[in-house]
């Protein structure tokens, strides 16, 4: 029996409707910045006469977004929202919805172990989060060029990209953990997507006061931030190092969790 296919062909039209709308944010969001730039008006003036905490939750803060990397990286915090949260559920579905939809005994009589099963759905969940990403990458740098008149910025998209991978892969493994640990399988998607929601509003609270800045380990959307990646070249590497050790830690909670854990039949 082939797990990784099986988990592929469940996930595909999901996988679908979460690409449609993401080209369509990536698309209109460039539409609309073809259209600001068209009016003569200042983006930043337009954007200035915000209040603090809006320009916060909109993610505008140091960048230049009267030019089209600024305007994109703008863009790209709500592509990571969007993108975080697409992994958490995908985590927290491909672990838990043997028990959620009383298939755990069709599964599991089967020759197969559960390190195997659990290697084949991460492995799974993997390659739909890199199609996710690669749909991401293509479609920003087709609506890009076409309102780009300057120099061509691919290669900081291709940076931005990277780090919104890493922050999916993070919230992937972290909503699998999730789902292995927790008794309920119906509660894996909301705990997961609540903390998603939780770490997003504190990388705001912390655009809005300095007090909250020895917290930002504690969120990943700090992590890869389009105004340090653009302003910086490339990545802190502390957050990628610290990245790397929190998805090897979620991992071995889900081997070892699903491993030990009573499934319901």
Known sequence: MNVFKREMKASWKSLVFWSIGLVFIVGSGMGKYAALEGSGDSINELLGQMPASLRAIFGIGSLDVSTVVGYYGLLYLYLLIMAGIHAAMLGSTIISKEERDKTAEFLFV?????TTVISAKLAAAVAIVIIFNGITL?????FVDGVNEGAPITSE???LMGGM???????????????????NSKLAIPISTGVLLVTFLLS??????????????ATPFKYFEAK????????????????????????????????QRDLSL
């Open 138 to 142: 293509i479609s920003s740098i087709i």
């Open 110 to 114: 089967k020759p197969i172990s559960r």
């Open 204 to 217: 705001v609270g912390m655009e809005l006061t300095s007090k909250l800045d020895k917290l930002r380990y």
């Open 228 to 259: 340090t990646i653009l302003h910086d070249g490339g990545y802190d590497m502390s957050f990628v190092v610290l990245s790397c050790l929190l998805m090897a830690v979620f991992m071995v909670m889900t081997y070892g969790f699903y491993r």
């Open 165 to 183: 991978f890493m922050l999916q892969l993070l919230f992937l493994f972290f909503s699998t953990a999730i789902a292995a640990c927790v008794r």
């Open 157 to 159: 998209i291709m940076w």
